[in-house]
């Protein structure tokens, strides 16, 4: 008997369907790394991210493995991909400090742009106007999750 050649690597999936009826709901259905993206924990204990905290991660973005960070301001937590507008370097020095003392925006360690850390709005500096792009992330479970495009917490 000839065995049929697996087109994608993952052998006969219509033989594989056969023998196991729930298989679809198993089986991966890779389009791109977005959809493929599953939530992702960036920290164990939500509450080590104190008051003006921040922690960098990594995160999907269309396709691209991002740097992203997470900031808590006024007890809220607010993400974003780690890339300026201005210029697209780091908003930190690798540090993951994004606030200044005065402690009323995102501050680009680079060249000062301030982005207002509810909306990644620049309302100051040489990107007025831009935004940062934002990420989604929620706390479940006492732990902050990275939530990709699509998924719900
Ligand atoms: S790179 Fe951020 S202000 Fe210039």
Same mark, same amino acid.
């Given at each position: 008997m000839r065995r049929r050649e697996s087109v994608n690597g993952c052998g006969d999936e219509r033989m594989?369907?056969?023998l196991v009826p729930h298989v679809r709901s198993i089986l991966p259905r890779p389009r791109n790394l977005g959809q493929c993206a599953r939530m992702t924990m960036i920290l164990k204990d939500a509450r080590l991210?104190?008051?003006g905290g921040g922690l960098r991660f990594s995160a999907i973005v269309n396709g691209v493995q991002r740097d @992203?960070?997470?900031?808590?301001f006024r007890g &809220?937590? #607010? $993400?974003?991909v780690n890339t300026c507008r201005h210029q697209s370097l780091a908003l930190d020095f690798g540090d993951a400090r994004f606030?200044?003392?005065?402690?009323?925006a995102i501050v680009c360690c680079q060249h000062? @742009?301030?982005?207002?850390?509810?909306?990644? &709005?620049? #309302? $100051?500096g040489p990107c007025l106007g831009a935004r940062l792009t934002?990420?989604?992330v929620a706390v479940r479970d006492g732990a902050i999750w990275w939530v990709p495009p699509g998924r719900s917490p």
């Open positions: 594989l369907h056969r991210l104190s008051e @992203a960070f997470v900031v808590r &809220e937590l #607010f $993400a974003y606030f200044d003392e005065a402690f009323d000062g @742009a301030r982005y207002r850390p509810e909306t990644g &709005e620049c #309302f $100051a934002p990420l989604a």
